[in-house]
């Protein structure tokens, strides 16, 4: 399992396995009208969507980016369902060779959706063959080897397809400039999961105050996935230890046992954090120092905590080193030294170029 989906991590965006799959099934809007949030999204995929409907057309091909846990799956299925037409649900990684693309393709039913996540991680061979698929509906389906080899061009139904990748730099341009519509799914505002979260617990038939559906929303990291998950860990804690009832308080109490803070920064951000403020000064500090400080790989703490620390302006990543800011010593109530980083130069809060140019790593 990559870092990225440590299922002992409460705030992961990832999905944790197929009970969380089937929750997550059963509390997804089903309509772009129950959407909530990405409203200029929702606004332009309504006018893709509605406008082919009204030409008697399959709409273009959808591009859907963003990180993990923001709706992407569930635009998908809400594309499939505002189209009236069956989805076909698939992954780049699952995808190994062209011959598998080739069968997946060839069983379209005319206006089929076919939903590509992970698209970033389409092996090569597949890549080039969907180029032809998208632009032509037509597939070249190669039969023999070597200077025998022929290729049978392959008609396949008109299809609609969407990709979803949390690595959009990663996608080629021939690839991306084959979708006709593509939308970035920013991270959630607040009182838009506060939305979210109230939907949510009256799908799941909890009690929840609208403080304690703010105290949820407030700790989930912008991220739709992780707001549900944090607010089935408050209905056990309010189900066992309280009324069954979800308020401020409980909700604060529950969060703390489950080591996830008022900002939502969890164990190891926190660790991350503390060692970098505690050990090193405040930095700059290399990455694999800064991960040996706390007991993991650097790809975890690369992966997994950098980010969101970097999102909240506790942590900057600089040509000499990871660098914590003013927000960083205030968030854990700490005391910068005097010759504490906590503002860099044009310079120092750069983009990281690699670890190979900070000192503390040769």
Do not use: C
Request: proline share 7%.
């Amino acid at each position: 399992m990559s870092a990225a989906g440590d299922p002992e991590r409460l705030v992961s965006a990832d999905a944790d396995g197929p009970e969380e799959q089937v929750i997550e099934a059963a509390l997804r809007p089903k309509r772009l009208d129950d959407f909530i949030g990405q409203e200029r999204v929702r606004e332009q995929l309504s006018l893709v969507l509605h406008g082919a409907l009204r030409r008697g057309r399959t709409p273009d091909h959808v591009l859907l980016s963003g990180g993990p846990g923001l709706g992407k799956t569930t635009l998908a299925m809400i594309i499939a369902a505002e189209l009236g037409q069956p989805l076909r649900i698939s992954s780049g990684p699952a995808i190994e060779r062209a011959g598998d693309l080739a069968a997946v393709l060839s069983t379209l039913a005319e206006g089929e959706v076919l939903f590509l996540d992970e698209i970033h991680r389409l092996a090569r061979p597949a890549e080039e063959m969907l180029y032809m698929a998208m632009e032509d509906f037509r597939v070249d389906v190669v039969v023999g080897k070597g200077p025998g080899a022929t290729a049978i061009p392959l008609d396949i139904a008109p299809f609609t397809l969407v990709g979803a990748t949390t690595r959009a730099g990663m996608l080629p341009g021939p690839l991306r400039d084959r979708f006709g519509f593509v939308a970035h799914m920013d991270f959630y505002e607040p009182a838009e999961l506060e939305v979210i979260v109230r939907r949510s617990a009256r799908l799941l038939d909890v009690e929840i105050t609208d403080d304690g559906a703010a105290e949820v929303a407030g700790r989930s990291r912008g991220t739709p996935r992780i707001a549900n998950r944090l607010l089935r860990r408050v209905r056990d804690y309010a189900e066992v230890r309280g009324d069954g009832k979800v308020d401020r308080e409980s909700a604060r109490t529950a969060l703390a046992l489950y080591e996830v803070d008022e900002r939502g920064l969890d164990r190891l951000d926190r660790a991350v954090l503390g060692s970098l403020l505690r050990k090193f000064g405040g930095g700059p500090v290399g990455l694999s120092t800064l991960a040996v400080s706390v007991g993991e790989e650097p790809e975890t703490v690369e992966v997994v905590a950098e980010p969101f620390l970097v999102r909240q302006g506790l942590l900057a990543r600089t040509p000499r080193g990871r660098v914590a800011t003013g927000a960083a010593w205030a968030h854990l109530g700490l005391t910068p030294p005097p010759t504490a980083p906590l503002t860099g130069t044009l310079f120092d809060l750069g983009d990281d170029p690699g670890e190979k140019a900070d000192p503390t790593e040769q």
